[in-house]
């Protein structure tokens, strides 16, 4: 009796190696070679990025004595792991490095990738004390910068997906030409500079309440803490999902509380892997500051509000970062039935206010947000057209 409970137990509940994994470990479970480097910012976090250093075969590109880099960085709540979820064949990591470039998945802090700093704990609040800006400014900015200089490379392409076009956005708008340079081609799925259209939970908050509330933060008096899901619970979950007879029930519940997305294109036999991955951490203030951005419909440094934006940028209001500076050359990829950055949002908030960088964009049918980085025909529709698309710059400019 004992010995078929324990049967049941481990058929039930048995995890797929993906599941316990991190980045490094699964790039060289599937046989491709795998550096990890770690990245400090003037500011003091050291984040992991992970190197795909050429694919399974050795690939190089005609005329190119070096590979060319081709950078990712990730979304909200996720890490790199989101270049990794679905098979080598369909994770867009494994594919540009089988198509013979060096890739390398960046990081930001408050991540399982982020969490040392050389002078406060993340169980100390003032580890958590930033927003995006800090992502787009010191990560961002200074993991490109390592990166060209290990690879000795000039500039690289980068692929953003979410939050990750938002970091790079902000980071083209603010830097001078020669930095901007870096970017020789900036792809963006699903991008994000702003929202038209109301979007829950974010607009239950009016602007005053939201701006007493970044208050209260800032003062002490709610936190400044991580945002997270404890991690015995999406355990829970991913047992859960895991079993070979409940499973049906994890993927129903997964289609339903994404509300926004139908998810079509997951493959649902993968849901236990990515929960075991995601979500990951962010901070109190990085969520305040993207209610910020559903406010005011554009991006600007976090508003502290008349006295202590005085005290932090020198002016009443928090500065703009205005996207019409961007001249680096820029690719979009979105699709309408994206319910969190729709057609309208790329639009009338992108499209319109670009600078000259802006050279090409993609209306794509039936993705939705997550679509681009776990659908199962994204390799087809967006990684492999970029690929292309970069073969093409090559080509036409050299290596």
């Known amino acids: 009796m004992f010995a078929l409970f324990l049967f049941l137990l481990i058929t039930c509940f048995a995890k797929e190696i993906e599941e316990t994994l991190d980045a490094a470990d699964l790039i060289a479970y599937y046989g491709y070679p795998v550096e990890r480097h770690y990245v400090t910012t003037d500011d ?9 250093p050429y694919g399974r075969d050795d690939r190089t590109l005609d005329g190119c004595s070096k590979r060319p880099v081709v950078f990712f960085m990730h979304g909200l709540f996720a890490t790199s792991y989101e270049y990794l979820f679905n098979l080598p064949s369909q994770s867009p990591a494994f594919v540009f490095a089988d198509a013979g470039f060096d890739v390398w998945l960046g990081n930001v802090r408050g991540t399982e990738y982020g969490l040392n700093h050389t002078r406060f704990h993340p169980s100390e609040p003032s580890f958590w004390n930033f927003t995006l800006y800090d992502y787009s400014h010191y990560d961002l900015r200074q993991q490109i910068e390592y990166t060209l200089e290990k690879t000795g490379q000039k500039s690289l392409f980068y692929v953003g997906h979410s939050q990750g076009t938002t970091v790079m956005f902000a980071r083209l708008a603010e830097a001078d030409a020669a930095w901007q340079s870096k970017i020789r081609i900036f792809f963006a799925m699903g991008p994000t500079a702003g929202f038209m259209k109301p979007f829950m939970p974010f607009t239950l908050l009016e602007t005053d309440t939201l701006q007493k509330l970044i208050q209260f933060v800032l003062d002490g008096k709610f936190g400044i803490m991580p945002v997270q899901i404890p991690k015995s619970i999406t355990s829970t979950i991913v ?4 079993s070979k007879y409940l499973s049906f029930l994890c993927t129903a ?7 926004l997305e139908k998810l079509g294109q997951v493959n649902a036999s993968r849901i236990p892997i990515i929960l075991s991955h995601f979500p990951s951490t962010t901070s109190t203030l990085n969520m305040l500051h993207w209610m910020q951005i559903f406010k005011y419909h554009e991006l600007r440094r976090l508003d502290l509000g008349e006295q202590r934006n005085m005290m932090a940028y020198g002016q009443k209001e928090a500065p703009k970062l205005d996207i019409g500076n961007i001249t680096a050359q820029t690719i979009l990829y979105f699709s309408k039935d994206d319910q969190i950055t729709d057609e309208v949002d790329v639009r009338d908030i992108i499209m319109k206010n670009m600078g000259p960088g802006l050279i090409e964009n993609y209306d794509l049918d039936h993705f939705t947000h997550l679509d681009f980085a776990i659908g199962l025909r994204a390799t087809d529709e967006v990684y492999k057209p970029m690929i292309y698309r970069i073969y093409k710059e090559l080509k036409m400019k050299g290596c």
């Open 239 to 242: 047992d859960f999902c895991s």
């Open 44 to 52: 003091g976090y050291t984040s992991e990025v992970q190197r795909i």
């Open 253 to 259: 519940g997964f289609h339903i509380a994404s509300k």
